[in-house]
């Protein structure tokens, strides 16, 4: 899938939460969104889907489909217990069948981004496991879940700031961090004009393209000296792009990693 529809995917099925689907689902080309019957709006939908960015086509259709457990839906179907590295398991609350680990994150299915099961998301777990984080302050961009901040927290961080430009996981990355006992975890609604004279140690953007370009002046001016920025949610032809922007501010690159065509690139400042 292009990186554009990823990116716009997770901005539709954050619409839609708004508006009453609580579940959803990534497919092959798409994802699959779930509402309950008496709460579907037909207008209020249609609106959703045509407020779209130019280029961008959107179909659907609806199906009624007999009520079930979702929680053994979800479970059997869509998000499996989840290792990262060896050391961090993912996991929803109703899993019962699941490995230790040092660390244990427990979410809750309500959206499909944020997992860990997407490469993104997955390589940008990878680097917090490999990243000393204690006594850092960390600003978690795009926050979706919260796992990335919530890991952050488990592996020593001293406060985690997390934004998000949507209303709905800015409420799931806080129900998130109370399920986790983590309590040094501050969410805001908003993008990178939030930031202000705020300092960082370790900033973590999993964000599109697009936004990372934009918001990198902004994120090397609240970066500490020696501090890191770990961006992803671009495609390896991207790659080249976004080193040249960090360069020109100032950033030197550090590492990347490749995921079926999806990229992590760590800069220092």
């Known amino acids: 899938m292009h990186p554009l529809y990823e990116w716009y995917s997770d901005v539709l099925m954050s619409q839609l939460g708004t508006i009453g689907f609580n579940g959803f689902a990534e497919t092959y080309d798409g994802f699959e969104?779930?509402?309950?019957?008496?709460?579907?709006?037909?207008?209020?939908?249609?609106?959703?889907?045509?407020?779209?960015?130019?280029?961008?086509?959107?179909?659907?259709?609806?199906?009624?489909?007999?009520?079930?457990?979702?929680?053994?839906?979800?479970?059997?179907?869509?998000?499996k217990p989840l290792v990262i590295s060896g050391e961090?398991?993912?996991?929803?609350?109703?899993?019962?069948?699941?490995?230790?680990c040092r660390y244990e994150i427990i979410i809750e299915p309500n959206m499909a981004f944020g997992t860990g099961n997407h490469e993104t998301t997955s390589m940008m777990l990878e680097a917090i496991i490999k990243e000393n984080m204690t006594g850092k302050n960390v600003l978690d961009m795009g926050c979706g879940t919260g796992i990335l901040g919530i890991l952050a927290s488990m592996k020593g961080a001293a406060k985690i700031t997390a934004i998000d430009i949507d209303e709905w996981p800015v409420k799931g990355t806080a129900e998130n961090a109370r399920l986790n006992?983590?309590?040094?975890?501050?969410?805001?609604?908003?993008?990178?004009?939030?930031?202000?004279?705020?300092?960082?140690?370790?900033?973590?953007?999993?964000?599109?393209?697009?936004?990372?370009?934009?918001?990198?002046?902004?994120?090397?001016?609240?970066?500490?000296?020696?501090?890191?920025?770990?961006?992803?949610g671009i495609y390896v032809e991207d790659l080249s792009e976004l080193t040249t922007r960090a360069l020109n501010f100032g950033l030197k690159l550090l590492e990347y990693q490749e995921k079926n065509k999806w990229v992590m690139a760590a800069f220092q400042s």
């Open 88 to 100: 961090c398991l993912i996991r929803a609350p109703f899993h019962k069948d699941y490995p230790e």
């Open 181 to 232: 006992k983590v309590y040094n975890l501050e969410v805001q609604q908003g993008d990178a004009s939030l930031l202000g004279e705020g300092s960082y140690d370790i900033i973590l953007a999993n964000i599109h393209k697009n936004v990372l370009l934009n918001d990198i002046p902004v994120y090397v001016k609240c970066l500490n000296q020696n501090g890191k920025l770990f961006m992803s």
């Open 33 to 79: 969104a779930y509402i309950e019957e008496n709460q579907l709006n037909e207008n209020e939908l249609k609106k959703t889907l045509t407020g779209k960015p130019e280029g961008v086509k959107v179909g659907c259709s609806k199906e009624l489909i007999k009520d079930r457990n979702w929680n053994e839906e979800w479970e059997l179907n869509y998000f």
